[in-house]
């Protein structure tokens, strides 16, 4: 099969749109240049990869087969970008970094005094929730990942650096905010949370602690933002469970409170993850020897309020 580079790399932009516009505006080129390479494409392979039914765009079972290997072979072609970046040294790379929806509230601090020590480099920053960082792992699309701990069994690699406490927050004219000594756990079973999204690792966290020891919440609002669990717990809407670094302003403000219930926090511990089989980039080991080691430790003691 004789195809080029430029076709493949055309082809993967067409159907990860499904469209032949949106790819020409992607790469700067005009609609019909992206047509006839794609007709090529075809041509070589002797099969039609993309069919129109109505006006949708649909991939055929072998466009499929071509889009997984096109992506694939986009790749590896960053991948040998990096190596060779490598060879000419750390101080001009790329990171790509992708952060659990918690993790913002600390990891901007963390590049920016990373960014310090490699100078010239430059940063994407996609911050999602859990399920959607193990699919980024799984499909090689990021480099590094700051998560809770990695499922076992995904062929994964991840080191705890820092522990990530969970607790209950309560606005401070709650009537439990009131209350002396340790609440216990069963009472939390008269209020209403405010919680995260399911496929959320705080979420997951939380879940599995409430059901381990038999204890059922009753739920209101569910959001994908601990900000809005933040506001509404303060508004007066019900309890909330969120991690301790998410808290820095609203406890100095004194618009929230945390309050003292049975076995809280929850200790969890937020891990550096990759792909066991990715060959990391320079610039991504760096990364992960600067945030694991006497630097990333003294910044992740600061990260938590007093
Ligand atoms: P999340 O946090 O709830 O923002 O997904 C990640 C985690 O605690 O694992």
Do not use: C
């Not at 499929?64 to 970046?85: C, H, N, P, S, T």
């Not at 929806?101 to 310090?116: D, N």
């Not at 499909?139 to 607790?167: C, R, S, Y």
């Not at 009753?218 to 994908?224: A, F, P, V």
């Amino acid at each position: 099969m004789h195809l080029t580079l430029r076709q493949l790399t055309l082809f993967e932009s067409v159907a990860r749109h499904l469209s032949y516009t949106r790819a020409a505006e992607e790469l700067h080129l005009s609609q019909p240049a992206v047509s006839m390479q794609v007709r090529q494409l075809e041509e070589a392979a002797g099969l039609p990869l993309l069919e129109r039914m109505g006006k949708r765009l649909y991939l055929t079972e072998a466009g499929q087969e071509v889009y997984d290997y096109a992506r694939r072979i986009g790749q590896q072609l960053q991948e040998l970008d990096e190596v060779m970046a490598s060879l000419r040294g750390v101080q001009r790379g790329h990171l790509r970094l992708s952060v659990a929806t918690t993790a913002k509230s600390f990891a901007t601090r963390i590049l920016a005094a990373f960014s310090r020590r490699y100078e010239g480099i430059s940063y994407s920053l996609d911050v999602t929730n859990r399920k959607t960082l193990l699919g980024q792992l799984e499909n090689n699309e990021t480099d590094l990942v700051i998560m809770g701990q990695p499922p076992k069994g995904l062929d994964l690699e991840g080191q705890a650096f820092m522990e990530n406490p969970l607790v209950v927050i309560a606005s401070p004219d709650h009537p439990l905010a009131q209350e002396a000594g340790p609440i216990p756990l069963q009472r939390l079973e008269q209020e209403t949370f405010v919680v995260r999204e399911r496929e959320s690792g705080t979420r997951i966290a939380m879940e599995r602690f409430f059901s381990e020891r038999d204890i059922r919440l009753q739920t209101g609002i569910e959001t994908t933002s601990n900000t809005t669990i933040k506001r509404a717990v303060e508004a007066g809407l019900g309890l909330g469970i969120v991690s301790l670094h998410t808290l820095r302003l609203e406890l100095m403000a004194g618009t929230l409170v945390v309050l003292e219930v049975e076995e809280f926090p929850i200790i969890r511990h937020w891990h550096l993850v990759h792909r066991r089989d990715k060959r990391l980039p320079p610039i991504a080991r760096a990364f992960q020897e600067f945030l694991t080691g006497p630097e990333g430790r003294e910044l992740g003691s600061h990260s938590l309020p007093d």
